[in-house]
């Protein structure tokens, strides 16, 4: 199925959707409002486009660097060639602790490698203590966005999961009383929990500390009461100094959320005595993005979300019509590379309107990145034939004056002529669906054009102002 | 103001009028339109009848080694210009960002930078802002992406709250005239190239927003710069049956200007 039809199955639905695009909408305009009020906005963007270049320029060796700074720190530092490896390195060290009982806080790296279905397979329960990420696992969905995971659901919708999940009543939907349920719950979690997980928003390589915001504490929260933390990264979150830091915490909550800064922006450098601190390092698919010269720069994210938020069509489709771990704009550049098949529909769910990349706070080139991933499928024969014998034939009639002369005049007749029901028939052409066609004038341009007295004489031409 | 100066002015440039195929099939007024408004701004604008297409559709369907061809018909046409003039932003800036997938002589890149949108060209080329002349009613200024965004003909949401444009600029200076004030002023229409037919489904939603947003805000005429987010426009407001008429902006300006 492609984008296509499950973007359908989501309008079908016409209230939902205008709540689903209202309410992004919102965070966008929150958004702009954050941005406006800070004049070197702009170049805060370049500034950190350029410190994240620079670093994937030469991610090697800073990575060794955070690994020896992270190590002297005493912390034990893990290397994941893939989902696999990360989620046997992560279980390894469960084990070890004879830990049972598991808290994360957000981290759309452990989603990409799915590990809580492989936790839990072992036998390990674990809980995701984000609130968001807690409804949707109590409901077994994918997260329909990477920092609102649960946005494509109304109050409502968690009312009837928390009654079903949590006891509370039929028919609540209060967030204030449904938030508090959810806190009561984590909070038994959060004291039994062994082993703490979290993602990383910033690794430091020159420090060795992870850099985690959050806005609802659960990460520190989560971190101190286990013996053990994990922290999980792709080694794209290498930033080279503290003193680079601030220009991302500046970007990351105004980009997300409209808000300064996230409430919490906790830095775990060192272990507490008598406790374990474990970084996994993870490639999975990373490097050989970065070998490719087109999208390596989509590796400068920073998972803001601001391009979904942005994105009229995602507004309209909902993140689970992308079928990938990060959905929108970003997912549709970054997923061709994990499986090029599989998400060969995404880099054309977009009308390439340009508002992700001008949105991006680290200035990814994102929806050049969608028109070269077209050009990339169109190579690899992974777009649908009718489109690719259609563009064909196309090209050749488009290429000649008198084929394309004659053949507009053929189309124009034929529109004027056809019946409404069959040039308009939903079966036959997507475009009447809800669309009138144009009306075909009797005369195109260039056939009125030739029917013109030629001027007598060149007018005198306007000179370019100076 | 009088265009007699222009007119006075000596040493010429050679403009070649490009109307893409769907205004040349579908929006023949909308071309006649550009180039009468040329004529009173003073520029006699020639129309190669070689010229066919841009090489767009295909290329934003991952085809683009199937519309090299075109590209390289369209170079050869108009080579001999000093400027390519469009009613069109979309097709402009797949000239200027695309055709890099051309070897780059000396032809192709002088193209690339002579392709200007009609109203970037009387704004930045003819250094016009204002027209004398009268529309009284009230009226929706569609900003399409490419030419907002890819060739920066008017300021983005994004990184300002000034709503500013050439545009908007020129059809403010019209008497009488009352430019709508929309909830989102530069959301995308929709229309997306072969976008409209392969996700149908979202580009009709998008384009049933926008209008909408137009007919809450009391859009009399909608208009634009670029013709093919109208026709998108204009094929959903013809289904619905609206009280708004869709005319490009190269109509309005030409018929109030004598």
Redesign the interface.
């Given at each position: 199925m492609n984008h296509a039809l499950r973007a359908d199955k989501f309008l079908l639905d016409a209230d939902r959707t205008t709540w689903h695009d209202e309410t992004l909408w919102f965070v966008r305009e929150k958004r702009d409002r954050a941005v406006y009020a800070v004049p070197e906005f702009q170049d805060l963007r370049e500034l950190a486009s350029g410190i994240k270049n620079h670093t994937l320029s030469r991610l090697d060796m800073y990575l060794r660097e955070f690994e020896a700074a992270a190590q002297a720190n005493g912390v034990h530092v893990h290397w994941a060639a893939d989902a696999a490896e990360h989620n046997a390195i992560i279980l390894d060290i469960i084990r070890k602790e004879g830990a049972t009982r598991i808290v994360k806080s957000k981290s759309m790296l452990t989603e990409e490698c799915h590990l809580n279905p492989y936790l839990i397979k072992h036998g390990i329960e674990v809980v995701d203590t984000d609130l968001g990420e807690r409804i949707i696992q109590f409901r077994d969905e994918p997260p329909s966005h990477i920092v609102l995971p649960a946005i494509h659901l109304k109050k409502e919708d968690v009312g009837d999961t928390f009654h079903t999940h949590l006891g509370t009543d039929k028919g609540e939907s209060d967030p204030q009383r449904l938030t508090e349920a959810a806190r009561q719950h984590l909070r038994g979690k959060f004291i039994a929990g062994q082993v703490a997980i979290s993602g990383v928003n910033f690794a430091i390589a020159e420090t060795g500390a992870v850099v985690v915001c959050t806005n609802e504490g659960n990460a520190d929260l989560g971190v101190n009461l286990a013996a053990v933390h994990i922290a999980c990264m792709g080694i794209e979150k290498i930033i080279p100094r503290l003193s680079d830091l601030g220009v991302f915490t500046r970007l990351l909550a105004r980009s997300a959320t409209g808000q300064p800064v996230t409430t919490y922006t906790s830095h775990f450098t060192k272990p507490a005595a008598g406790k374990q601190m474990h970084i996994v390092i993870v490639d999975n698919g990373r490097t050989q993005q970065l070998g490719r010269p087109d999208f390596r720069a989509s590796l400068k994210c920073i998972r803001c979300g601001a391009c979904m938020n942005t994105c009229p069509v995602y507004r309209r489709s909902g993140g689970h019509s992308y079928d990938f771990t990060v959905p929108g704009p970003i997912g549709a550049i970054l997923s061709p590379n994990i499986d090029m098949k599989k998400h060969s529909s995404l880099p054309f769910a977009s009308t390439l309107c340009g508002s992700c990349t001008d949105v991006c706070p680290v200035k990814i080139d994102i929806h050049t990145q969608l028109y070269k991933w077209r050009q990339v499928l169109g190579e690899a024969n992974e777009i649908p034939a009718s489109k690719k014998w259609g563009m064909k034939f196309m090209g050749r009639v488009l290429a000649s004056t008198r084929v394309y002369g004659l053949g507009g005049q053929f189309a124009r007749k034929a529109l004027r002529l056809l019946p409404h029901g069959l040039t308009h028939a939903p079966s036959m052409n997507a475009w009447a669906v809800a669309r009138e066609l144009p009306e075909a004038p009797k005369q195109s341009f260039r056939e009125w054009y030739a029917q013109q007295p030629a001027p007598a004489a060149q007018p005198a031409q306007p000179q370019i102002p100076a | 103001m009088t265009f007699y100066y222009?007119?006075?002015?000596?040493?010429?440039?050679?403009?070649a009028l490009f109307?893409p195929?769907y205004?040349?099939?579908?929006?023949?007024?909308a071309?006649?339109a550009t180039?009468q408004l040329l004529e009173k701004?003073?520029?006699?604008a020639h129309?190669p009848?070689?010229?066919?297409?841009c090489?767009q559709?295909?290329?934003?369907?991952?085809?683009?080694?199937?519309?090299l061809?075109?590209y390289?018909?369209f170079v050869e046409t108009f080579s001999d210009y000093d400027y390519v003039v469009a009613p069109s932003g979309s097709c402009v800036y797949h000239v200027r960002k695309?055709f890099d997938k051309l070897d780059q002589t000396a032809d192709v890149q002088h193209v690339r930078g002579a392709a200007y949108d009609l109203i970037d060209f009387i704004s930045t080329?003819?250094?016009v802002e204002s027209l004398p002349g009268a529309f009284p009613h009230k009226v929706g200024l569609h900003l399409s992406?490419?030419g907002q965004?890819?060739l920066h003909q008017a300021n983005?949401?994004?990184?300002?709250?000034v709503r500013d444009g050439q545009l908007s600029r020129l059809l403010r200076s019209l008497e009488g005239i009352e430019l709508t004030n929309l909830n989102?002023n530069d959301?995308?229409c929709?229309?997306?190239?072969?976008?409209?037919?392969?996700?149908?489904?979202?580009?009709?939603?998008?384009?049933?927003?926008r209008v909408a947003d137009h007919v809450l805000n009391g859009t009399e005429v909608l208009t634009g710069s670029d013709m093919s987010c109208l026709?998108?426009l204009?094929?959903?407001v013809?289904?619905v049956k609206l009280p708004i008429r869709v005319m490009h902006a190269a109509e309005i300006l030409n018929g109030v200007v004598s």
């Open positions: - | 222009f007119k006075l002015q000596t040493p010429r440039m050679k403009v109307i195929c205004i040349d099939q579908f929006y023949p007024q071309a006649i180039l701004l003073g520029v006699q129309f009848a070689q010229q066919t297409c090489g559709p295909l290329a934003n369907s991952g085809c683009e080694r199937d519309a061809p075109i390289k018909h695309h080329v003819l250094k992406c490419h965004r890819g983005e949401s994004e990184m300002t709250p989102r959301e995308c929709g229309f997306g190239g072969t976008f409209c037919v392969s996700e149908a489904g979202i580009s009709a939603r998008m384009g049933q927003d026709m998108h204009e094929g959903i013809r289904r």
